[in-house]
């Protein structure tokens, strides 16, 4: 997945500013993409340069103006040619998994550091996945299909965190 395809998905109900844009990652798709707003601004940059997105100056008092994007007839056709084409599954790279080839030599309390950190951050994760539920589909069986789709992708999300939470503790249990 790209981070050009994201912004063209953000981009396709309503135009945005990059700040739009930034908040949309990180309230609606905090879970299956993250970009920084250094990436995003250099993205649009680009997709403008190449007709994908048109960008209006809008006035501001007392503010520079604000760059509102909205997607061109090209923008749209590259999103339906990204939709329409399958994706494969991509490989798992993860650094860490690459200390567990190096396990006799990774300190024991480098390794425990690294273990509760990591759980930390996975219970961080489940913390955001929770807002982002409680905020975005707090009744999904209200929801249509079309809505109900990216509350799916949320769910598999906290389904692979709950799973890299019990491993961990399975690893750290094991090495105490």
């Given at each position: 997945?790209?981070?050009r395809a994201v912004?063209?998905?953000?981009l ?7 700040y ?5 990652f990180?309230?609606?798709?905090a ?25 209006r100056?809008?006035?501001?008092s007392?503010r ?32 860490l998994?690459?200390k ?5 030599d ?20 489940l ?6 539920e ?8 209200t ?7 990216p ?14 939470l ?11």
């Open positions: 997945m790209s981070l912004v063209l998905i953000t396709q109900q309503e135009p945005g500013t990059g739009d844009i930034l908040q949309r990180r309230t609606g798709l879970h299956v993409w993250q970009a920084s707003h250094q990436q995003i601004y250099r993205e649009l940059d680009r997709m403008r340069r190449e007709a994908l997105l048109e960008c100056a809008v006035a501001q007392e520079p103006d604000r760059k509102v994007y909205q997607l061109t007839a090209a923008g749209r056709q590259t999103l339906e040619a990204w939709l329409a084409e399958p994706l494969s599954a991509g490989p798992v790279r993860e650094p998994f690459a567990f080839f190096a396990w006799q990774w300190p024991s309390e480098a390794r425990l550091r690294e273990l509760q950190a990591l759980k930390q951050q996975l219970n961080q994760r913390a955001t996945y929770a807002e982002i409680q905020t975005w589909f707090s009744a999904p069986e929801l249509t299909p079309e809505q109900r789709a509350w799916h992708t949320l769910r598999l999300g906290q389904r692979l965190t709950h799973t890299w019990e491993w961990v503790e399975e690893v750290m249990a094991e090495d105490a």
